[in-house]
């Protein structure tokens, strides 16, 4: 598997006459992306199509990537009629893609195939837990109270995430400190997977009221840390049990999970969060003169860090 | 955010003559995937979805997914017309949305966000790393020396994952040890984000043949590991060498990053993976009695690792 994402900027395919438009990309394959300009009508699209592919395999092509827009939803009948199958869709368009080749296998990337979640441990100076009870869901009437969660957003940090679950749900204004545990599971919503990372956040100094979210929430509460483990829901399961296990190394201080740092990839001026342990986390920190953020760790914290855990680098 | 995925049963509505028939989801919503049943042609399909919407809006559903599979194309303008979004697509469906009220905010979760891929660090004995070169892609023809790389296919977990490409790519067989690094990054193919784990793979014991994937490939080859470290298009990026550090540690035996075990979660027969780091893995593995199987890693390993990271537990 080559397909690497992030890639590239496609080039321009020289254009003819009557035929649809696209761009290469770098795996030799053409997205045609822009509807703006006629063909106007289903059936002249039809033609357009028919006429394209012919030229498109005369050239060797191997994957053609066709974006729809939701004006034009009456032409993805006639791209499944010439042979296009649905990849994704997004709210505003649906992607449809062939395979021309007929010597080698279909090597286009799979469709986006996870979500992601987050869960954030928060614990209080009285060793509480902030838990809540949701109103809707596969836990709704079962009086179950869990640590916030949620779902990562279209471009979201899971540390970020976390923040703002936290803060959305309950009021309670808390940073970053650790993942503790992560998760991945198959067969959800749709087929796909889930990836789940359990976060360890620390409370911004200062007091905090408990405001619940009332669309979603019959709850918000701190609850006694051993109260929580305890419960029967998740006492019993060993997916939970071992959550609550670096839950509990964390609380005792001997556990402090990865760390976040935003670094940059040198690919244009991005910056990307990475998470990672002890012993590289001190080694790379030293190596970089501390050029990058700490996310959620003030150089305090990451010095007090350093005695909890691991790390003989 | 409360929409938790992996839900539940979904209910069958009441019928009622010449609507679209749907399953209740947990939210107040409705699921309409059976086109098995007519109606048959597109402009029958439009008017009987009309009518249901109205129905639909009476009873006080919220949000309607509508499953089209590629054999109904053509309902698909029909649609949205009637004011459907696109929501996702597999290969062989789209599913549209629509969110009926018109007092609260369109609570229906998000599309899949992230792929997820990863690189595979494996080591032999003389401290050389397992290396490639790719045949297409954003470094065809730069010559850049990396670790096997690739997406996590629908249903796999990561550890699964890393040792299927190291095992596709260079014919060398190793299995999942720990994982090192976690980078989140944004905005790649068509506007996903993407989860990069970077794994360390143990060499399975026996005689390593390198055999190249012809198909995606131009080089494979054992490299010592400094001269990896050093390589020009990595050293000078701080996210890799952040990376590297984390791979250096885990060379040096300083460094185990993540466990992962497979553990019931108590919703049905399911395993999930779980990724968890020392301090708390020896602790669930007391309480647990062993009766879940490690990964990759065998009792002498488990306990070797003890020596090495973290954890007064």
């Known amino acids: 598997m080559s397909w690497s994402a992030g890639d590239a900027a496609p080039q321009p395919a020289a254009p003819q006459a009557g035929l649809l438009q696209g761009h290469e990309d770098n795996y030799d394959g053409l997205i045609v992306d822009d509807f703006e300009a006629p063909p106007g009508t289903a059936a002249e699209f039809a033609d357009a199509l028919q006429g394209s ?18 004006t034009r939803a009456h032409y993805v009948g006639h791209a499944v009629d010439a042979g296009f199958d649905f990849h994704h869709a997004e709210q505003d368009y649906v992607m449809l893609t062939t395979w021309l080749p007929t010597d080698c296998e279909n090597k286009l990337p799979p469709n986006a195939s996870h979500q992601v979640g987050v869960g954030a441990f928060v614990l209080n100076e009285r060793r509480e837990v902030l838990v809540v009870q949701e109103k809707s869901g596969p836990l709704r009437g079962k009086g179950v109270w869990k640590m916030p969660t949620g779902l990562v957003q279209q471009g979201e940090d899971v540390t970020e995430a976390a923040e703002r679950e ?40 200062g007091p905090q009221v408990l405001q619940m979210q009332e669309d979603e929430l019959v709850g918000v509460r701190w609850m006694p840390l051993e109260e929580y483990f305890a419960e029967p829901f998740t006492a ?28 940059e990839t040198g690919f244009s001026a991005r910056q990307d969060l990475l998470l990672f342990g002890e012993a590289a986390d001190r080694a790379g920190a030293d190596e970089e003169g501390g050029q990058d953020a700490w996310i959620g760790l003030d150089a305090a914290g990451a010095g007090a860090a350093g005695g909890g855990a691991a790390g003989n680098t």
């Not at 998760?183 to 990372?197: I, L, Y």
Request: positive net charge; glycine residues 10%; hydrophobic residues 45%.
């Open 53 to 70: 592919l012919a030229a498109w395999r005369d050239k060797g092509y191997r994957g053609i990537w066709l974006k729809l827009p939701t």
């Open 236 to 263: 019993a399961r060993p997916l939970f049990k071992q959550i609550h296990a670096a839950c509990r190394a964390y609380a005792n201080g001997t556990y402090r999970g990865l760390h976040g740092r935003k670094l």
């Open 166 to 205: 936290v803060l959305e749900e309950t009021g309670v204004r808390a940073r970053f400190d650790a993942v503790l545990a992560m998760r991945q599971a198959h067969g959800f919503a749709w087929g796909k997977s889930d990836m789940f990372f359990v976060v360890a956040l620390k409370l911004e100094p």
